[in-house]
Every structure is written in C-alpha cells, then in structure tokens.
C-alpha cells in the first residue's frame, strides 16, 4: 500500500482511552493504524500501563481530563485529525445520580462536538450503545434485528437516555462547518454487550462464583438470546471506521453500525459459562431456579434499599429491575452494515476471541492464588 510506506502524519484523540473499550481501541490504533504519527488518550484516571506504550514510534500522549469540561477537550481536540469518542459514564447500576449521568454521557458529548468544530477536526467517531435501541421498558424481543430494523425505543433509565440523546447529537452534527469550512464527518458505532479482556462484570461473576464454591445460579432462560460481542473486534471496527470515515464521508457520515462478529447467540449466563466454565465454574439449573416473579421483587427490594440507604451508604447490587428486565429480553443482530459500508470483517474468530478472555480470566485465577 502506497499509503502505508508515507510517513505517519495523522493524529488521534480517543476519549475514554484507559476503560475497558478504550485500552483496547488504543493498543490496537498504534498496532494497525501505519498513518499514526500521535495518539492522545484522554481520560479522567490515567492508567499506569500507558507509560509503556510511550517507548514505541508513535507518540502517545497522556491526557488527564474531564469531557464536562469544555476547555480541557478543546485543548486534547487541538490539532487532532480524528477523535475517538469512547469516555461515558457505563452505570445502569444507580451508582452516579442521573444528572451526573446525563452530564458525562450528553454534555460531554457536546463538548467533544463543539472542540471538533471549533478547533477544525474534521472526523468524529462516536461509541454509542445497542441500550439506545433497546430492549425498551415493554420488554419487546428485538430478534436478530439490524439497524434499519423497526422498534419501539422508550426510555426511562438515565443511561440509554443518555446514550440515545448523545448518539442523536453526533449524527445531527454530521455535515456542520468546522474551522476551516470544511464538513465535519461523524458515525456511531452501537456494541451489544461487550465482553473480553478487562470486562469488569464477567470479574464479578467470576469472583461471586468462587464465593459459591465454584457455582453460579441460573436465574434467566437459556431461550433468552443476548447480543454479545468481542472487545477486539469492538475495537477494530472502531479503527477501521476512523481509516474509512474520510474516503467515505458521503457514504458514512451520519450512520449508525451495529458492532457485530462471531460470537454465539446465547442467553446472558450461558454465554458467561463459555469462558467462566473452563475456568472450574459450573451454572446450576437447566431452568431458572427461582420463579421469575420472585426475581422481580427481589429487584424491587434491591431498588428500595438502595433509596433507603443511599444517605447512609451506596448499595448498588448487579440484579435490579432496569438489569433484570435487560437480562431478560432478547436482544440480538444480526448484520453485514459495516461489511458493506467499510469493509469490516472480524479481526478475531470466534475461537480466538473466547480463548483470549479464558486466558484472561485465569490469569485473574492465578493472580488470586
Ligand atoms: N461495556 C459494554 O458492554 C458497552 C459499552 N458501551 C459504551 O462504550 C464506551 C466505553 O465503555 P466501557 O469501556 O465499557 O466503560 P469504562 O467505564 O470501562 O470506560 C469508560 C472510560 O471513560 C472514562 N470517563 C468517564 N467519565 C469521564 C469523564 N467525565 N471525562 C473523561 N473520561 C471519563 C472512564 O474513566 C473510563 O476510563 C462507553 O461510551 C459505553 O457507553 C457500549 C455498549 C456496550
Ligand atoms: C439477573 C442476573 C442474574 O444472573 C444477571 C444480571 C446481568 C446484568 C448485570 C447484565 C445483563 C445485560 C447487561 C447489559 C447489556 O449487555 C447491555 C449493555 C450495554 C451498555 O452499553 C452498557 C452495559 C450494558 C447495559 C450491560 C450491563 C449489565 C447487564 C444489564
């Protein structure tokens, strides 16, 4: 490739770099991005493992800051080619108030917007979420949908809301002036539920496992299919759209991409057994083993205690009804958007990507011993 033997010039921003998604966005931008010259990572906690990508040919730059700021973005967004809008506030949990939610995931969003704008970068690519879709509040199946797929998106809690409303601001400011007068080119990209490498769930479930003495119960139908998706391939997608964004800008610009690979449909606990059972797990119960009407009360209950002793203490527990009424509504992709707009083809197999997450959860293993 003629491109590839250039020198790198170009220079990226991912937001959110030190999360889950973003650490692997970032390693996997200076492994597969030739054109890279420098990559700011951004991010309100800087994580110790990016001093040692600072040795490499590219030039990382480690940014601490807060996207609710707006000074402190225009700044990171300053001379930068592409952003990479990963940072949000993940809380379906009630740990962060809804104004706090709304604050990082829409406000900062805008944020990210206005310094693209004002400071002339020209491409914007935003994580949104498969939660913008759905499930909705009815518990509607979204069966195998893609993204032209109709259905009925009503949103109570904070975090989809704030997702869809942050998505809805990207895609609107596709085409706007930036510095310069040229367009500005955005795209959403819409992960299922991520998993992989440093997912911090599959650490709970994994470590609640071993207080039960190695067993996990099933509380969800195995008919139940949740969408899921490897981390990696999350993570070139995102690659692969920031590379193609300006070549394509009249094909791309203001779309939304499911983030789709290999992996199985399955419900959201046996899924977590592909990886938690080679690791001496095992899900008890062919059948949930409580009635699900009695889940539903114990997700009301968590909900009530939590109001009752949030002046007191944070009780945030994974079951409650938001995750409970997620949990237990199919949601599944199934697409070829990305293939046929960008060229997307999964990086990682299926096989790979779950040996890499078996890999990394015995190595938590290990570590504990
Ligand atoms: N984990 C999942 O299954 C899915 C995640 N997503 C989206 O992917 C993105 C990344 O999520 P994860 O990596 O799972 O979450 P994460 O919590 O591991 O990463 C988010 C990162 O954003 C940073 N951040 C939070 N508030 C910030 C602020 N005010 N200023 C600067 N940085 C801030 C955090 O410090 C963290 O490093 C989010 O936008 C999320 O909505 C979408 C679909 C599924
Ligand atoms: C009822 C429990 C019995 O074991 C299981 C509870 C599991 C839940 C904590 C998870 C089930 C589905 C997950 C969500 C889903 O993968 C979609 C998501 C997308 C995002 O953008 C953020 C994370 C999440 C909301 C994810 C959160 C955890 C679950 C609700």
């Given amino acids: ?51 040692e990508l600072k040795t490499g040919p590219v030039q990382v730059t480690a940014i601490q800051g807060d ?68 499930p909705n509040i009815k518990g509607h199946p979204f069966y195998r949908g893609n993204e032209d797929t109709p259905y009925e998106a009503v949103h109570k809690h904070p975090y989809p809301h704030s997702k869809a409303q942050a998505e809805r601001l990207v895609l609107e400011a596709n085409g706007r002036k930036v510095h310069g007068g040229l367009p500005l080119v955005t795209c959403a990209l819409r992960p299922t539920g991520i998993y992989g490498e440093g997912h911090q769930i599959m650490r709970d479930f994994y470590h609640q496992g071993l207080r039960l003495g190695g067993r996990l119960f099933r509380a969800i139908p195995a ?43 399955k419900s959201y606990e046996d899924f977590n057994m592909e990886f938690l059972g080679p690791c001496g797990l095992r899900l008890v119960g062919t059948r949930p083993l409580l009635p699900y009407w009695l889940l539903v009360l114990l997700a009301a209950l968590n909900a009530l205690l939590q109001w009752l002793l949030r002046p007191l203490l944070l009780y945030a527990p994974l079951l409650n009804p938001y995750t409970l009424a997620v949990a237990n509504t199919t949601f599944t992709v199934s697409t070829n958007k990305a293939q046929r707009h960008f060229g997307y083809e999964p990086l990682f197999s299926w096989e790979e990507s779950r040996t ?14």
């Avoid at 003629?2 to 996997?28: D, I, N, Q, W």
């Avoid at 400071?119 to 914007?124: E, H, P, W």
């Avoid at 890499?356 to 011993?369: N, P």
């Fill in 1 to 51: 490739m003629a491109e590839s033997a250039e020198a790198p010039k170009l220079v990226y921003l991912v937001t959110g770099g030190c999360g889950f998604l973003g650490e692997h966005v970032v390693r996997m931008l200076l492994e597969r991005e030739p054109r890279l010259r420098e990559l700011r990572v951004f991010d309100l906690h800087l994580s110790p493992w990016l001093e």
């Fill in 67 to 134: 996207v609710t700021q707006a000074h402190e973005v225009a700044a990171a967004v300053s001379g930068a080619h592409v952003v990479i809008h990963t940072a949000g506030l993940v809380d379906v949990f009630g740990r962060a108030s809804p104004e706090t939610i709304h604050k990082v995931n829409v406000q900062g969003t805008q944020n990210v917007i206005e310094a693209c704008v004002q400071m002339g970068t020209r491409l914007l690519v935003y994580t949104s979420s498969m939660e913008v879709v759905g």
């Fill in 223 to 265: 008919s139940v299919e949740h969408g899921r998706v490897y981390v990696g391939n999350v993570a070139w997608m995102h690659v692969l759209v920031a590379r193609e964004l300006e070549q394509r800008a009249a094909l791309m610009g203001g779309q939304v991409y499911f983030c789709y690979d290999k992996s199985p449909y």
């Fill in 356 to 369: 890499r997450t078996i890999l990394w959860v015995q190595g938590m293993e290990a570590s504990a011993q």
